[in-house]
């Protein structure tokens, strides 16, 4: 590997509620490699040259309406973002990393694949990959064509679906989701993914109230079932602030409103939701939805 930084691109709300995963993935991160890093964070801005512009009022650059989060069609951007030459990284901010993270950067990738990232025959997440921005070129659209679809980051899930083999597969502990049975020792990449079980609540959530202002996550707010994944998030966060990180050093002019996707009806995933906590009817119907469509592919928000 060259001296070549690695870029990488973090999806967050342009209203300060992630300040806290953002301090902890960017302590995370370093702490972990000797490697030069970059990191982008990719928050809806004002600036008609941000890529991640939007005018809501007038309909100009993204269309957020649809998105389950602030930040859900961002990743499509990359590649463009970076004159579609070498590799970039994309992370949700609800990430702590736990290994050197060049080795995810260096991963090996077959010929025909665009993207790196945790699927298989039945899925796809993005919510950690690695592009190759130059492969990417041929079947992206313009950015300001993806900005200007309500429906862009759909579609663009659909070509994964549609082609399966744009997408290499790496081993699931690059992007655990919320435990996934592993051992904390054995995740690489810890994704705590479930909006309403995120570690970072009960820091962010205070500090929110105390300055009159709500969270982005709509939905309703639980303990994580893995408690040891819970100390282990505040143990992060408690080194980053003994090293000189700060939440406020994160800190943005907010954005202000903007349309998104409610998640009051949000079930989590079957890591910290799993069936046995449903109710015998709600199996059932689940149950009997599933014997009656075929098996869909699955992709993250």
Partial sequence: MNSEAIKIFVGCDPNNCDLEQMMVL??????????????????LSHDPESPWYTNQATGEGWHTEKWATPFSGFRWAIPESCNFQGRAIYMDADVVVLCDIAELWAHPK?????????????????????????????????????????????KLMQLLKDKPELVQPYQDSYNNIDGEGLAAEQIKILHYSDMGTQFSHKYSLPRLEASGQKHWF???????????????????????????YRPENYKVEPFGDFSKATQINYHGNKVTRPEDEKSWFTRSIDSLKSKLKKKSFSLDD
């Fill in 26 to 43: 960017d302590y995370s991160v370093r702490k972990h490699t000797q490697h030069p890093v970059e990191i982008i964070w990719m928050q």
């Fill in 110 to 154: 077959a010929e025909d694949a665009i993207v790196i990232a945790k699927g298989g025959k039945n899925s796809a997440r993005l919510c950690t990959c690695v592009w190759d921005c130059e492969k990417a070129k041929q079947y992206l659209p313009a950015l300001k064509d993806i900005q200007a679809n309500p429906d862009g980051h759909k």
């Fill in 218 to 244: 709509d939905g309703k707010i639980m303990p994580h079932p893995r408690q040891d994944l819970t100390e282990l998030f505040d143990q992060y966060y408690n080194e980053a602030l003994a090293a000189g």
